[in-house]
């Protein structure tokens, strides 16, 4: 496996339903993101991890919960969703700010959930 | 605040053309980054190109160029030769407040046809 990876790739949950999203990196990086994405708006950063800490929480509702056991490893763990979670929720990952370079996020092919 | 326009909802472009995507982006930070990024329909972001607000030359990246205007507070995207694998959304991106915020912009569907 190369670069970043995630699944399920799709995914249609109940709005009782308990689920969750995998991310994993083969890049040797240590920050790690979940961004949502859904149609017609700019692309919504969720949550950052560095070094398997949360560094940058945007006011997400409590419904969805990160986890970081590692700094290759992220879940998204889903739960009472609502329709209007319905979207493309991406996973990258980068170099931490203060390494070298201009730390560019390297994303996941993302997973399509649909909230019933 | 900062802020990351994309005036361009679509475009549609003849195989072969070059192509330009505007950015115009607003911050008032001296020191920022700006980047480009590629969705195709599969979903996956890849990332183009980046340009830091105090490099001296335009960065360029094989078919891509980016024209970064200062003054005027742009920094469009040039695809040079287009193909139809270029047929994608395309984002433009500031690195925000934070050491991990990027700031995004709506983007723009680029069509290139046959």
């Known amino acids: 496996e190369t670069g970043v990876t995630q699944t399920p790739r799709h995914l249609v949950m109940g709005m009782t339903n308990k689920k969750s999203l995998k991310c994993e990196q083969h890049?040797?990086?240590?920050?790690m993101y979940w961004y949502k994405q859904s149609a017609k708006k700019p692309l919504e950063l969720m949550f950052v991890?560095?070094?398997?800490?949360?560094?940058e929480n945007n006011s997400v509702p409590s419904r969805f919960s990160p986890e970081c056991p590692n700094s290759s490893h992220l879940f998204l763990h889903l739960h009472t969703l609502q329709p209007e979670d319905s979207a493309l929720y991406l996973c990258?990952?980068?170099?931490?700010?203060?390494?070298?370079?201009?730390?560019?996020?390297?994303f996941g092919p993302g997973t399509r959930l649909t909230v019933l | 605040a900062q802020k990351i326009t994309q005036t361009q909802p679509g475009m549609f472009v003849q195989e072969k053309e070059a192509v330009t995507l505007d950015c115009t982006y607003d911050?008032?930070?001296?020191?920022?980054?700006l980047f480009w990024y590629k969705q195709p329909s599969s979903g996956e972001m890849i990332f183009l190109i980046y340009?830091?607000?105090?490099d001296q030359q335009n960065a360029t990246e094989g078919r891509y160029s980016l024209n970064f205007q200062k003054a005027r507070k742009s920094a469009n995207l040039v695809i040079s030769a287009s193909q139809l694998g270029d047929s994608a959304m395309y984002f433009c991106?500031?690195?925000?407040?934070?050491?991990?915020?990027?700031?995004w912009g709506a983007g723009t569907k680029l069509i290139i046809k046959p």
């Open positions: 990258a990952s980068s170099r931490r700010t203060g390494e070298v370079g201009y730390n560019e996020q390297f």
């Open positions: 890049l040797g990086h240590n920050a």
């Open positions: 991890y560095s070094l398997e800490e949360r560094v």
């Open positions: 911050t008032s930070d001296p020191s920022y980054g």
């Open positions: 340009q830091g607000s105090y």
């Open positions: 991106a500031m690195r925000g407040p934070g050491d991990y915020q990027l700031i």
